[in-house]
């Protein structure tokens, strides 16, 4: 999906719209040399939280004043601003490398759905993000449905998200997302930062999908046979 340009109005709506949003290079060299150095501190020592996740994770010390620093004025705070109030409230933070090995991710949507208002994940890219490096894949409005199926079956409308090193995206926690093969030698780095209203509460969220339970779209045209409605005899 193409990014777009530092349009307050339009990032929002298209916030709003599709539970995501892409905007290219908002961060200049030394502020993405920060980032990096950052992430780079960082121990991969944690697996995401869906099947078949791999070693590739690492969190921020959120207590670390010198983390604090940074990640208290975001990229795109104005943004976050809009949605979640003046200060959006820092939740946590980690770094997610694509490895060269990885095959990717089921869909899912995150943990910190426990929040309302939804929490907001702000995405850092590290480096370049391609289509054959492991980009995240994302379906757009999504994040007004409940959880989908752990699977990695092709969805009606998804996205990849695409963007230059120093692009920046922000997804709600609901909006269904997994990250993709990474077929390159390379692995690919990004920082994810998530932020809620200061006047959140928890929700009672519901457990995650058992094997072959969960949400699934249908494909564009007729609907299944199963899905209509039969008309009572008589």
Avoid: C
Avoid at 12 to 22: H, R
Avoid at 71 to 86: A, M, S
Avoid at 118 to 133: G, R
Wanted: glycine share 6%; aromatic share 8%.
């Amino acid at each position: 999906m193409e990014a777009l340009e530092l349009d307050l109005n339009m990032i929002t709506l298209t916030l709003a719209k599709d539970g995501f949003v892409i905007v290219s290079e908002v961060l200049n060299d030394s502020e993405l040399a920060t980032y990096r150095a950052l992430a780079d501190s960082v121990l991969l020592a944690d697996r995401a939280n869906y099947p078949g996740s791999e070693k590739d994770v690492g969190f921020l010390d959120g207590k670390d004043p010198n983390v604090l620093k940074i990640l208290n004025n975001p990229p795109l705070r104005e943004v976050l601003v809009r949605f979640l109030g003046d200060p959006p409230v820092f939740v946590n933070a980690w770094v997610r490398v694509a490895l060269p090995s990885s095959l990717g991710a089921p869909w899912h949507q995150d943990l910190q759905r426990e929040f309302w208002p939804t929490a907001i994940n702000l995405a850092i890219y590290l480096d370049d993000v391609t289509n054959d490096n492991g980009p995240t894949l994302v379906v757009p409005g999504t994040h007004t449905l409940p959880h989908p199926e752990f699977d990695t079956r092709l969805q009606p409308r998804e996205r990849r998200v695409l963007g230059r090193a120093g692009t920046a995206a922000l997804f709600y926690a609901t909006v269904w997302h997994r990250g993709s093969a990474n077929r390159t030698p390379s692995p690919r780095r990004a920082l994810f930062v998530y932020y809620r209203d200061k006047d959140a509460v928890r929700i009672r969220r519901p457990p995650d999908p058992a094997a072959g339970q969960g949400q699934v779209l249908g494909m564009p045209g007729p609907l299944p046979p199963q899905w209509v409605e039969k008309e009572e005899d008589g």
